[in-house]
């Protein structure tokens, strides 16, 4: 039988495992000429994705409500690239870099960090809003 403490302390690890969001199965790094954007599955292989910076021409901020935000990364030709919870690993400085090289620039950027409707979605360039 658990120690009292023992027991508090196994019951805040369960409920710290249970409330994981499934942001939190993603990790992104940056360099200069790529990102990469790893999914960190449970009981599988990861999912590794090389993304050229170059190739995102288009860039969607979907506002998460409660959940995390993320930005949808397409190329010219609409195809999607990748999706990119702000709240995972590595997310908020994948933010800055996406501003810092005018892909999601500081107005929008703004916008995207006032909104407060689940589901809203801000495009960059705004041309491509849908």
């Known amino acids: 039988m ?22 939190e ?11 990469v954007l ?6 599988k292989p990861p999912i590794v994705a090389r993304i050229p910076w ?4 288009i860039v ?3 506002d998460g409500g409660q959940g995390s935000d ?6 010219a030709d609409n195809s999607k690239l990748a999706m990119v919870p702000a709240e995972a690993s590595g997310g908020l400085a994948f933010w800055e870099e996406l ?4 892909l999601f620039p500081a107005e929008i950027s703004g916008q995207a960090v006032r909104s407060t409707t689940q589901g809203a979605r801000l495009w960059w360039p705004p041309q491509h809003g849908r």
Do not use: H, M
């Open 2 to 23: 658990l120690a009292p403490l023992g027991l508090i302390s196994a019951l805040r690890n369960s409920f710290r495992n249970q409330s994981r969001g499934w942001w």
């Open 25 to 35: 199965e993603f990790d992104v790094s940056l360099a200069d000429q790529e990102f």
């Open 54 to 57: 170059n190739s995102v021409a």
């Open 60 to 62: 969607c901020f979907v």
């Open 38 to 43: 790893t999914e960190n599955r449970r009981g």
């Open 70 to 75: 993320c930005f949808y990364l397409l190329a």
């Open 99 to 102: 501003k810092a090289r005018n």
